[in-house]
């Protein structure tokens, strides 16, 4: 059953994973700064902080659950959102932890290479959340203190 403005419930997918995923994109430009003139800490800081801001929004954890549900119902769909939002964001940002990398800011590390595993903490938190509750074995702020250490750990220069 079509909603009104949308043809049909593809539609409305498109539009949800366009506006809610695209508005909760993170300003990787505004936090991994090649220039030097932040510190490691008040970065990974700033990362943090966002990602657990978006992993804590019931609407994206939602919606997150429903691209894992609608992804076999509608696989080309799926693709094209990953491929032009996702996809985009990915590349902007390891292009800038990149750039992090060659002038020093960030130590050359496995986490590095692939910057994108970088946010598996906070999603195993959601996940969690999701499927336990209140009960997740997971606490929050022990996630995060850990996590912030990791990242510490893989991205100081040496």
Not at 85 to 91: D, S, W
């Amino acid at each position: 059953m079509a909603s009104p403005g949308f043809p049909g419930k593809d539609a409305i997918f498109e539009a949800l994973l366009g506006q809610v995923l695209l508005n909760a994109r993170l300003d990787a430009d505004a936090i991994w700064q090649p220039d030097g003139t932040v510190a490691l800490p008040d970065m990974v800081d700033a990362y943090l902080d966002r990602i657990y801001s978006m992993v804590q929004n019931p609407v994206f954890a939602e919606l997150y659950r429903l691209v894992l549900a609608e992804s076999a119902r509608a696989p080309d769909l799926v693709r094209r959102w990953h491929d032009q939002v996702v996809q985009k964001y990915r590349a902007e940002e390891q292009a800038l932890v990149d750039a992090c990398v060659r002038r020093g800011v960030l130590r050359d590390s496995p986490l590095t290479e692939l910057f994108s595993l970088s946010v598996a903490p906070a999603l195993l938190w959601m996940v969690g959340r999701r499927i336990l509750g209140k009960d997740s074995p997971y606490p929050l702020e022990q996630v995060r203190r850990i996590h912030r250490g990791m990242l510490l750990d893989q991205l100081q220069p040496r």
